[in-house]
């Protein structure tokens, strides 16, 4: 079966004008008081999620697994007349970046949770790497223990409209027994009370226990690891929240 990240013009369905100004909202919250200047998402994505670092004046760089969400990326950034530094590199290798160092090393779209959980320490440590002295590593992420504890089966999304196509999508979860989750991701595509598309793709998660997170930054020397719910100016408690990020300071 296909992953959605491989198809970028669907994945990119979800972005609007009021999602922009929501993460950039969310940047504002966050950011505050940090010094952040420079910032480097090491799954970049398509952008969604920190393209609009750029509207705060970040200088912001950034990689990813994926050709195809780097490449929208790239017309995304060169629309809005923002010089993006985008590479094409595995979060588990970032060697593509030579030792240059950034304010803040980040990971965005639950991207982390694409891997095992030892592999996580291990991309961690890596993003520490190129993070400058007195620098913050930033993730955001699904909240897996809320996941686990309640074993959700069901996720649905609030239909949607691409020009005169009503968008619906739907996820059901499946749950292996060897503790990984598997997101079946259905969307259908209607005009005039009839479907005429059907998209199915299929994303393997393994759950990170937030403590795994905060006891490895903790072992990466970062002592002031604030936690937020996703995003941040939602004001939600993050042990509640269906997303929480962290920003870790060292």
């Not at 100004?21 to 799954?43: C, F, P």
């Not at 990971?107 to 790497?129: F, H, I, P, Q, W």
């Not at 002592?223 to 939602?234: H, I, V």
């Not at 939600?236 to 300071?249: G, M, P, R, T, V």
Request: aromatic share 14%; with cysteine.
């Amino acid at each position: 079966m296909s992953r959605l990240y491989d198809r970028a013009d669907i994945y990119d369905l979800f972005e609007t004008d009021d999602r922009f100004d929501a993460y950039k909202q969310h940047w504002e919250y966050i950011l505050r008081d940090t010094g952040i200047h420079s910032l480097l998402d090491v799954s970049i994505g398509s952008g969604c999620v920190t393209l609009s670092l750029a509207e705060l004046g970040v200088e912001l760089s950034g990689s990813d697994l994926s050709r195809s969400m780097l490449d929208n990326c790239r017309k995304k950034a060169q629309n809005k007349g923002y010089s993006v530094d985008l590479r094409h590199s595995d979060f588990r290798d970032l060697s593509c970046w030579q030792g240059k160092k950034f304010d803040c090393v980040a990971s965005t779209g639950n991207s982390l949770a694409y891997v095992t959980n030892s592999e996580v320490r291990d991309t961690l440590a890596k993003m520490d790497s190129l993070a400058a002295d007195g620098g913050y590593l930033y993730f955001d992420t699904r909240n897996w223990d809320r996941i686990l504890q309640t074993h959700q089966r069901f996720y649905f999304y609030h239909p949607f409209f691409s020009g005169e196509t009503r968008v619906n999508m739907f996820q059901v979860w499946d749950y292996p027994a060897d503790g990984s989750i598997i997101f079946n991701i259905v969307y259908t595509f209607e005009q005039n009370n009839k479907i005429f598309q059907k998209e199915i793709f299929e994303e393997h998660y393994h759950p990170i226990p937030r403590q795994l997170l905060v006891d490895q930054l903790n072992a990466l020397g970062y002592r002031e690891c604030k936690q937020f719910c996703f995003p941040a100016f939602l004001n939600q408690n993050a042990d509640d929240a269906e997303w929480y990020c962290i920003l870790a300071k060292k």
